[in-house]
């Protein structure tokens, strides 16, 4: 039986913006993918859980509250302290040009600001996930 | 003989190592080897736990009842394990997990731990992954195990192999009998519960449930009345289930013959298919068969012969991954 990628599209905190989030959701099982999608204002705590229970692969937060620099902090020192830090970590949603550097900084493995075609965030999980 | 990496793997799940009992659940999902052989470690010390089916049309309220139900056992002390299993696509062999979303109160309960699984097109229904699952949840320390199935068909038959008890969730809007006679969901189905009793008729539509259980099917099978949404009628289910739980659970010796036949069919159909699939010949039949120089019933009939003939019948076995 062929592997199959399993990734969880998480909502941290206040934003309350999910369309995004499940249009992506709904291109990766489109694409053959098995992807879980948290809902909306999980705590980081709730994704790490979520992500341990179901044994993603791919964790993808979307962020549109522009707390992404907070947040993805917390999931990347949380991910360590828990040894799960082979789990792969993409942000996207309202994601500013000059945040993007930082963020690959702290291990994250793709950047998707909004606008980014699915294609692209398709090929990048399916290399993410070759290594 | 048990690898030391099985061994060691094993005791982690023992003591209550959540990250590899969830790997370990992959493993089998995967159909790798180790997983098998950590499954070999922990099975002889399973069969405690009280498995619970649930199964039922989509949108029937499977979820909600569940998670009240999840979280009622929680209030009498027991840890319980969820296995929530939604159809993976035909067309793109992909799945999108919804279930969690409508376990909003069990997934915020740090003991309960919730898997989502994907159905995957085994042949053999989705027994053998939820079965792995199920004892690696229970060497967790889970008591209770709740395993979610969707729709009709193979997968519930499926998951009547696979529990102690099976709940079939009903709504007043229904159809007729002949509606629940093809649906085989009150074939299987130990419980019945009728929820969203909050709909317009919902206590006719019992009442007919009613005659047509002791009636048609001469079943004793208790009617269970709910309105999930409200909590109402879900500790009339728990007194039932524990009721169930209390009288023992017995290995049906007859469930486990069918559950190992469906694993073989599993192994050996799913693996028979993917060869004939790839021998080119099949190809060259099938056109035949297009242009009715052939029909089906010799096709099958040779492709087996020569198949068989050719000693490749060993192909068709367990392979090593």
Redesign the interface.
């Known amino acids: 039986?062929e592997?199959?990628i399993?990734v969880l599209i998480a909502k941290p905190g206040l934003d309350g913006h999910d369309r995004g989030a499940k249009v992506v959701?709904?291109a990766?099982?489109?694409?053959?993918?098995?992807?879980?999608?948290?809902?909306l204002h999980k705590t980081i705590d709730?994704i790490v859980?979520?992500a341990?229970?179901?044994?993603v692969d791919i964790i993808g937060l979307s962020i549109m509250s522009g707390a992404h620099i907070p947040l993805t902090r917390k999931l990347m020192e949380k991910l360590r302290e828990?040894?799960?830090q082979d789990k792969k970590v993409f942000v996207g949603g309202v994601i500013p040009t000059r945040d993007i550097e930082k963020l690959k900084e702290m291990g994250v493995k793709g950047v998707f600001p909004g606008g980014t075609p699915i294609d692209e965030i398709i090929s990048a999980i399916k290399e993410a996930q070759k290594e | 003989m048990l690898n030391e990496r099985a061994k060691i793997l094993a005791e982690k799940i023992s003591s209550g190592d959540e990250i590899t009992a969830s790997r370990v659940i992959s493993m089998i999902e995967n159909g790798e080897d180790i997983g098998f052989e950590v499954l070999s470690a922990i099975y002889p010390s399973t069969g405690r736990a009280f498995r619970i089916g649930i199964t039922g049309s989509p949108g029937s309220g499977k979820s909600t009842i569940i998670d009240r139900l999840a979280i009622s056992y929680v209030k009498i002390g027991k840890k319980v394990g969820i296995i929530a299993i939604d159809p993976t696509s035909i067309k793109s062999k992909g799945a999108l997990f919804g279930d969690r979303l409508r376990l909003k109160s069990a997934e915020k309960v740090e003991g309960i731990f919730i898997r989502s699984m994907a159905h995957r097109g085994f042949l053999g229904g989705i027994a053998k992954a939820a079965l792995g699952a199920e004892c690696v949840l229970e060497a967790l320390g889970k008591e209770i195990i709740i395993v979610e199935s969707v729709g009709v068909g193979q997968t519930e038959l499926s998951i009547s192999l696979i529990s102690d008890v099976v709940v079939t969730v009903l709504t007043p809007d229904f159809g007729d009998e002949i509606q629940l006679m093809k649906a085989n969901l009150l074939d299987i189905g130990d419980v019945v519960v009728m929820n969203k009793m909050d709909l317009k008729g919902a206590e006719e539509k019992a009442k007919d449930l009613t005659t047509y259980l002791y009636d048609i099917k001469k079943e004793n099978l208790p009617i269970i009345k709910t309105i999930a949404s409200r909590g109402e009628g879900i500790e009339d289910l728990l007194s039932i289930l524990e009721e169930k739980r209390k009288k023992g659970i017995g290995d049906d010796k007859k469930k486990l013959k069918e559950l190992v036949l469906a694993f073989l069919r599993e192994e050996l159909m799913g693996n028979l298919e993917r060869l004939i699939e790839e021998d080119p010949q099949f190809d060259e039949l099938l056109k035949k068969v297009e242009k009715r120089n052939l029909d089906p019933y010799s096709l099958a009939k040779t492709i087996l012969t020569s198949f068989f003939k050719n000693g490749r019948a060993e192909e068709c076995i367990w392979k090593k991954k």
């Open positions: 039986m592997k199959k399993k959701a709904l990766l099982k489109e694409a053959g993918m098995e992807v879980i999608y948290t809902g709730q859980n979520i341990i229970q179901e044994d828990k040894g799960i």
